[in-house]
C-alpha cells in the first residue's frame, strides 16, 4: 500500500473507533467547562469507555502495565549492591501481551463473521432472474461484514405466472440484523408458498415479525410487490420503507408509498395495498435509506434528488449500467468517508 493509502486507512479506523467509544460519553455534561478540565473529562470518560470493554483480568493487566509505564526506573540500594529495574520494558511487554489476547478474540470473531457472511450470501441471489416484460439489476454493500438488508425476486409457486420482489432493512446493523434477515427470509420464503393474497401475506410476515422484534425495538422496513406479467400490473405494499421512485417513460415521477407501518411493531397492523402498471420505458428504483443517506465528509447526505438525476441522465442504459453509474457517483460523493449504514438498491426497467 502507499503511504496515503495507510493514512487514509489509519483515519477511516480512527473514526470508526472514535464513534463507537463516543457513544459512552455525555456531551451536556461538558457544557460550561473550561477547555482544559474538558479535555480532562473527556479523556478520563475515553478511557474509562475503553476500559469496560475488557474482561475483569484484562482491565487488572492494563492497569498494571499503566502503572509500570508510569513508575519508569526503581532503585535498590543495599549495603554492597545497586539494583535498577526497568519498569518501562515490562509495562510494554504486559501490554503486548494485552494486544496479543485481544487480537486472538478479534481474529476468533471475523472467522465466526465471515461463515455468517457467506451463509447470508447463500440467502440472497446471485444474479437477477429473467422476469418477463422487465430486465432487472441488484446491489448490496454491508457496512460491516454481516448486513441486515435483503432484497429477493422470484416466481411464486402455486399462483397463475406472478413473480414476488421484496427490498427490507432491518433496524441496526451487524450480528443483530442480520439474524432478523434470516428469519425474515424464511418467513417470506415460506408464506409465498400459500395461496394468500398479498396482503395476507404480509400480515402473516408482520405477525411472525412481531415475535422475534424485542416489542417492535428490532423492527424491519419493507417494501412488497406482486408482478403479473400478463397485465403487466405491480400491487405492492410499502411497510415503512423509503418510498420506491417510479419514473414514468414520460418523465413523470410517482412515489409507491401505500401500505403502513414496518414490520413487527404492531402485532395486529393493517396493511393497504397499492397497484400500478409498468409500461415499456419505465424505471423502478427501490432502495433502502443507506442509499440516500450516505455523507461526505461535511456531513452532506447523498439524497433522493441526486439519486433520481443519475436515473434522468442514464434512461437508455441497461439497469445493470445504471446501477454501476450510480454506484460509482455515490462513491464519488462520499470520497473517503466510511460507510455507517447497509446500501441495497434494487432497478427494474419496463421492456
Known sequence: MELNQLWAQFRSDTRASYRFYSKEIDPSRTAGMKPGRRFLFITEQFFWAILEKLTPARRVLLLLALVLLIVGDISFHGEHTSVDFNTRFYGGVLMFLLLMLEIGDRVVMKRDLQIAKEIQQWLLPATPPTVPGMEIAFITRPANTVAGDFYDVFARTGTDN??????????????????????????????????????????????????????????????????????????????????????????????????????????????????????????????????????????????????????????????????????????????????????????????
Open 162 to 351: 406472478s413473480w414476488l420482489m421484496a427490498v427490507a432493512d432491518v433496524a441496526g446493523k451487524s450480528m443483530p440484523a442480520a439474524l432478523l434477515m434470516a428469519s425474515f427470509q424464511a418467513s417470506l420464503k415460506t408464506l409465498s408458498t400459500t395461496s394468500v393474497s398479498l396482503n395476507d401475506l404480509v400480515l402473516g410476515m408482520n405477525r411472525y415479525a412481531c415475535t422475534n422484534s424485542q416489542q417492535g425495538r428490532r423492527f424491519t422496513t419493507a417494501f412488497l410487490g406482486e408482478y403479473i406479467p400478463d397485465n403487466r400490473t405491480l400491487t405492492y405494499i410499502n411497510a415503512g420503507h423509503n418510498n420506491p421512485m417510479l419514473r414514468r417513460a414520460g418523465g413523470q415521477l410517482e412515489r409507491l408509498d401505500v401500505g403502513g407501518v414496518p414490520l413487527g411493531i404492531l402485532p395486529d397492523a393493517t396493511y393497504q395495498s397499492g397497484t400500478v402498471a409498468l409500461n415499456p420505458g419505465d424505471w423502478l428504483v427501490i432502495f433502502t435509506d443507506g442509499v440516500i443517506e450516505a455523507e461526505n465528509e461535511q456531513a452532506m447526505e447523498y439524497g433522493e434528488d441526486r439519486l433520481l438525476l443519475m436515473i434522468n441522465s442514464g434512461l437508455t442504459l441497461t439497469p445493470a449500467q445504471m446501477l454501476h453509474q450510480i454506484m460509482a457517483d455515490l462513491d464519488r460523493f462520499v470520497a473517503t468517508t466510511p460507510q455507517h449504514d447497509d446500501i441495497t438498491c434494487l432497478l427494474i426497467k419496463a421492456l
